[in-house]
């Protein structure tokens, strides 16, 4: 499984479908091999949950995602993690795995502590749900490699980018053209 992070949401309107994209965490431990990317179609409202979720704005009444992490939290369950586990384009399918519920000790427990619960979810619910409960969101690397593209996010600070761009055109002639 590769840890990635939410890089963009991209809204559209009308008949198009919205975009959100995942980046793969950058492991300065591992190789020189570019970072890669997985963009996945969603709905306009989709997307604009997890951004909300992003964003929590504050005083807002609840929606369905924050109601859901909220009744998880109170029934004493913990989102652990959001996998990204299979493609059959273009439709992705997503996990949630959750902790199981801290059981009162009188009581006899009716799973393991050990044993994770996992509930199918579609990507952009389970994004949603990631983003509240801020929890790490994974994608099976045989997803990445189907479905996935090369990540051209540049690395460093936007202000150097821009220099080293502004350098760039000011050294160029009309002879370039």
Known sequence: MIRVDIETIIMAGGPMPSVIVLRERDDKSASEAPLRALSIQTGAFEAASIGRGIDRP????????????????????KLERVEIDRVDAPVF????????????????PSTPESEEIRIDARPSDALA??????????VEDDVMNRAGSISYQAEGDA?????????FVESLSPDDF
Request: glycine share 6%; net charge negative; charged share 25%.
């Open 93 to 108: 399918y997503a996990s949630l795995v959750m902790a199981p519920p801290v059981e009162e000790p009188a009581q006899e």
């Open 159 to 167: 202000e150097e980018e821009l220099a080293r761009f502004d350098a």
């Open 129 to 138: 749900l990631a983003v509240r409960a801020n929890a790490p969101i994974y």
């Open 58 to 77: 504050a005083g807002e009444r609840p929606i369905t995602h924050d109601l859901m992490t909220d009744v998880i939290s109170r029934l004493g369950g």
